[in-house]
């Protein structure tokens, strides 16, 4: 409990000054604690390794965090998980998106709960409150994309593939 309380402080400090994309531009850390309340309280995932590396998904690929911070901080386990659902950002975004399809099967289990979740919250705030400027096809494209990566995981944790497979059921159909 402990480390998992350090971890959304860390998180907190690190996202302080970034907003997600919707409209209202909330607050970055939303995201992470909605990744770990999904696994934790939806799913039934207890393994707080697991909670923890959601929280801190995004510090490598959004913030300053490098992987020796996290293994300093939460241990070699954790940076592990959160180097494996990092993406590359010297690559263009195009090339990032079809890496994670292609890899998505070959990441460790645990890392795939982390990637599952990630991909319910981003379905969920899409579908709640568009990002801004997204038109409806560029809504569709990424729950088509997100499908696809999803593909790779199944077999993972059916319950909280069956909570993915609702976020995708409200795919938008109207803008
Ligand atoms: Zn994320």
Redesign the pocket.
């Known amino acids: 409990m402990n480390r998992l309380v350090a971890a959304l402080a860390f998180a907190a400090h690190k996202h302080r000054d970034q907003r997600r994309k919707d409209i209202a531009a909330s607050p970055y850390i939303n995201?992470?604690i909605a990744?770990a309340n999904v696994l934790a309280n939806e799913a039934h995932v207890d393994d707080e390794t697991v909670l923890i590396a959601a929280i801190l998904?995004?510090t490598i690929e959004d913030t300053d965090t490098t992987a020796a911070e996290l293994i300093r901080e939460f241990g070699p386990d954790v940076a592990a998980i959160v180097l494996e659902v990092t993406d590359d950002k010297a690559l263009p975004k195009a090339e990032r998106k079809r890496l994670q399809v292609v890899n998505s099967c070959g990441i460790s289990r645990r890392a795939k709960l982390v990637k599952l979740a990630?991909k319910i919250?981003?379905l969920r705030d899409i579908s709640r409150s568009p990002p801004a400027g997204w038109p409806l096809e560029r809504q569709q494209a990424y729950f088509d994309w997100a499908q696809a990566v999803v593909e790779g995981i199944r077999g993972t944790h059916p319950a909280l593939e069956a909570i993915f497979d609702e976020a995708l059921a409200r795919k938008p159909l109207h803008p």
């Open positions: 995201h992470p990744l998904h995004d990630d919250c981003n």
